[in-house]
């Protein structure tokens, strides 16, 4: 069974830090894509970021690119966000997916972690 | 950027009912298109990809169509397990449609 298990969120102020992490399990981590997917508060899905299977390349929508680096650990079946300098419209719930098969698509949705950028 | 625009906004139906959720493209996608469900406080759940792609384990009753710029959801025989909001995405640069809030009626 497929399972994406974040952690790592919480509330911070703008400006600061916050890492999050997704543990991979019932599938080869290293052979699939995978991405970070948020959700602001009662709003729609946003893509954040996606990261090759190796690890060779990253993509990054705009609004987050210089702030946000999204890397993983094929050793450990595990994926991150680091996210520096953040905004209040970075709050949202973050979504840890897995990119399918045949690319372009999310197969597999982590449950979602909270982070919450406020003074 | 391509953008996805996505009809409607909200949708009330009743039981048994068939309902079609559209979603319009800015360019040609190219069947590169999702639909996924995302029930109240759950997180989203893949129904269909390439368009028309059934995802392991959705019930039939949900079944994907369109091509070029233009696709739809349907679902037949609604069932009260359906009530959920329901999201397209286009693979060439992820982006979501801004979702369909389904409603029992």
């Known amino acids: 069974e497929v399972q994406l298990v974040e952690s790592g969120g919480g509330l911070v102020q703008p400006g600061r830090s916050l890492k999050l992490s997704c543990a991979a399990s019932g599938f080869t981590f290293s052979n699939y894509y995978m991405a970070w997917v948020r959700q602001a508060p009662t709003k729609g899905l946003e893509w954040v970021a996606s990261i090759t299977n190796s690890g060779g390349s990253t993509y990054y929508r705009d609004s987050v690119k210089g702030r946000f680096t999204i890397s993983r650990d094929n050793a450990k079946s595990t994926l991150y966000l680091q996210m520096d300098s953040l905004r209040s419209e970075d709050t949202a719930t973050y979504y840890c997916?897995?990119?399918?098969?045949?690319?372009?698509?999310?197969?597999?949705w982590g449950q979602g972690v909270m982070v919450t950028v406020s003074s | 950027d391509i953008q996805m625009t996505q009809s409607p906004a909200s949708l009330s139906a009743s039981l048994g009912e068939t309902v079609t959720i559209e979603c319009r493209a800015s360019?040609?996608?190219?069947?590169?298109l999702a639909w996924y469900q995302q029930k109240p406080g759950k997180s989203p759940q893949l129904l269909i990809y390439n368009a028309n792609s059934l995802h392991t384990g959705v019930p039939s009753r949900f079944s994907g169509s369109g091509s070029g710029t233009q696709y739809s959801l349907k679902i037949n025989s609604l069932q009260s397990e359906d009530v959920a909001s329901y999201f397209c995405?286009?693979?060439?640069?992820?982006?979501f449609g801004g979702g369909t809030k389904l409603e029992l009626k």
């Open positions: 360019e040609d996608i190219y069947n590169g």
């Open positions: 995405q286009q693979y060439y640069n992820w982006t």
């Open positions: 997916t897995r990119e399918g098969w045949e690319r372009g698509y999310f197969d597999y």
